[in-house]
């Protein structure tokens, strides 16, 4: 189990709205602490989508974006296209047992 | 752009101990700001952070993993490395090496992985 947790899978038809929750407790996001999301396209490394809660690197569409409110975190990616097909994985940090990074289990995104 | 390109041996044996390096280019392991990290991939799971280095030597690794990790920086030749003891079947993974910024605590730039499978 991991100590973020995600929905296993979401899916969405092309053009649509769709989000993914990343749920967490006091001692990681709901301590302050930012959430960011990864995108692992298949039989690639991870590549950084948000950092910060909210912020995109350069390079990554505004069809992404983020936010966090209390213990939870969420993704929303808007005019869903066929290569968002993905993993998705929110991480933070976690102040509880001497800190440690911490990632959800991540989200199986199927564009339908 | 920042590269990293991991390397080391695919094949462990069980008990054995994993030694792997990571190569950075275009950035500098000696400049402040990023953590040098490890982070590994079950097959078919999720990312696991085993851990990470700053350029001053100072070490963080995950609680779970402590006792048998140990990571290391070789600013003269922009490389840093991971040790993993006493390797289980368990450990058979992909293994990532990526920058840290220390600003938040997220990872901007990753490797593309090298597969370390544990088997006799």
């Known amino acids: 189990q991991s100590v973020l947790t995600q929905p296993p899978s979401v899916s969405g038809a092309p053009g649509q709205r769709v989000t993914i929750s990343c749920t967490g407790s006091s001692s990681n996001v709901g301590a302050g602490y930012d959430v960011h999301w990864y995108q692992q396209l298949p039989g690639t490394a991870p590549k950084l989508l948000i950092y910060?809660?909210?912020n995109r690197p350069s390079g990554v569409p505004d069809r992404f974006s983020g936010s966090k409110s209390g213990t939870s975190a969420s993704l929303a990616i808007t005019g869903l296209q066929a290569e968002d097909e993905a993993e998705y994985y929110c991480q933070s940090y976690d102040s509880s047992l001497s800190g440690s990074v911490v990632f959800g289990g991540g989200t199986r995104l199927t564009v339908l | 752009q920042v590269q990293l390109q991991e390397s080391g041996p695919g094949l462990v044996k069980p008990s054995q101990t994993l030694s792997l390096t990571c190569t950075v280019s275009?950035?500098?392991?000696?400049?402040?700001?990023?953590?040098w990290s490890w982070i590994r991939q079950l097959p078919g799971k999720g990312l696991e952070w085993i851990g990470y280095i700053y350029y001053s030597g100072s070490t963080y690794y995950n609680p779970s993993l402590k006792s048998l990790v140990t990571i290391s920086l070789a600013t003269s030749k922009n490389q840093f490395s991971l040790i993993l003891s006493s390797m289980t079947a368990a450990d058979t993974a992909v293994y990532y090496c990526?920058?840290?910024?220390?600003?938040?605590?997220?990872?901007?730039?990753w490797g593309q992985g090298t597969l370390v499978t544990v088997s006799s």
């Open positions: 910060r809660n909210t």
């Open positions: 275009g950035g500098s392991t000696s400049s402040g700001g990023y953590y």
């Open positions: 990526a920058r840290g910024k220390v600003q938040g605590n997220y990872f901007d730039y």
